[in-house]
Nanobody
Framework: QVQLAESGGGLVQAGGSLRLSCAAS????????RGWFRQAPGKEREFVAR????????YYTDSVKGRFTISRDNAKNTVYLQMNSLKPEDTAVYYC??????????????????WGQGTQVTVSS
């Protein structure tokens, strides 16, 4: 059974940092893109960041550019999201995703076929 397990969420003050991890089990995703999405209360799930299979290419939504960094360790089948300079508007449930599709922009939820259960990130002002 394939599972993606996020960890590292929590409560932090504005300006603080958190590092999210997403460990995959049940199959390897080392040859596939990985992504992070988030969903705030009353809003749709939105793309945050994605990373290519090799880790050589990354892409971010404009609101997190310069503050968040996505990375991966294929040996550990794990993807990370380093979040710095956090703002109250970053408050959301964060989901990691993995895709075994061979094509796509990988910025839409429909581009991914495996999802974690989510981890809550709350940023207080």
């Amino acid at each position: 059974q394939v599972q993606l397990a996020e960890s590292g969420g929590g409560l932090v003050q504005a300006g603080g940092s958190l590092r999210l991890s997403c460990a995959a089990s049940g199959r390897t995703f080392s040859g596939y893109p990985r992504g992070w999405f988030r969903q705030a209360p009353g809003k749709e799930r939105e793309f945050v960041a994605r990373i290519s299979a090799s880790g050589g290419s990354t892409y971010y939504t404009d609101s997190v550019k310069g503050r968040f960094t996505i990375s991966r360790d294929n040996a550990k089948n794990t993807v990370y999201l380093q979040m710095n300079s956090l703002k109250p508007e970053d408050t959301a449930v964060y989901y990691c995703a993995a895709s075994t599709f061979r094509s796509g922009g990988f910025v839409s939820a429909s581009d991914y076929n495996y999802w974690g259960q989510g981890t809550q990130v709350t940023v207080s002002s």
